[in-house]
């Protein structure tokens, strides 16, 4: 079985620049996590969609980060316009569609690292 | 909000050697689920062992067990017959259990286990 896949794995802007973030989730997977992993600390939930639809974006930076889930398959993480304290890894996470009350795993990409000079 | 803490920023062990890192967690839930994931410097995030909060025995993966203690909040790791392989950044993460729907993670800061040769 295929894992998450993340594009591109490494991205330098400078300020004010805008970037996108690519991610396939495993085929199957209904839910799918966008995480945010500033250096030093663990990841942080940015976004969740449940097939084409939003779960949750309260912690989404909503004047400047933008995602899509078209199709309810690949979805796309933008930033416009970037700032210094947006470097951080980008980390992308699906799981299988919750039915119970026992969550599935999820499974991560590799991420995407960005820099912002 | 739940948090979770990792008061280790570093660890070491000798190889073959045996290590325990720690964490706590704060949440006014009664069920929920806590994980440990390592995450090796290729960046993708792997579940390591994974507790139900309604069970009282402790989880174990091979060499890999955990110290689950409710009434405290704590949910240590303990590393058994450490190897080279087990070098990498370990995060402490909790999650609710939804009636219906999958839910984030929450994470940790991390702690950094180095394997001294």
């Known amino acids: 079985e295929a894992g998450v896949a993340q594009s591109p794995r490494y991205k330098i802007i400078e300020k004010r620049q805008s970037v996108a973030f690519w991610c396939n989730p495993i085929s199957g997977h209904a839910t799918l996590y966008w995480y945010q992993q500033i250096l030093g600390q663990g990841p942080k939930l940015l976004i969740q969609f449940q097939n084409n639809g939003v779960v949750d974006d309260s912690q989404l930076p909503k004047d400047r980060f933008s995602a899509e889930r078209l199709k309810g398959v690949d979805s796309t993480l933008k930033i416009q316009p970037a700032k210094l304290e947006d470097s951080a890894v980008y980390l992308c996470?699906?799981?299988?569609?919750?039915?119970?009350?026992?969550?599935?795993?999820?499974?991560f990409g590799p991420g995407t690292r960005l820099t912002v000079t | 909000a739940q948090t979770v803490t990792q008061s280790q920023p570093e660890m070491s062990v000798q190889e073959a050697e045996t290590v325990t890192l720690s964490c706590t967690y704060d949440t006014s839930e009664s069920d929920y689920y806590l994980f440990w994931y390592k995450q090796p410097p290729s960046r993708q995030m792997i579940l390591v062992i994974r507790q139900e909060a309604y069970k009282q025995q402790n989880a174990t993966e091979n060499r890999f067990s955990v110290n689950f203690q409710k009434a405290a909040k704590s949910f240590s790791l303990k590393i058994s017959d450490s190897q080279l392989g087990d070098a990498a950044m370990y995060f402490c993460?909790?999650?609710?259990?939804?009636?219906?729907?999958?839910?984030?993670?929450?994470f940790g800061k991390g702690t950094r286990l180095s394997v001294i040769a």
């Open positions: 996470a699906s799981s299988l569609d919750q039915t119970g009350t026992v969550p599935y795993e999820q499974y």
């Open positions: 993460a909790y999650r609710t259990p939804l009636n219906s729907g999958n839910t984030p993670l929450v």
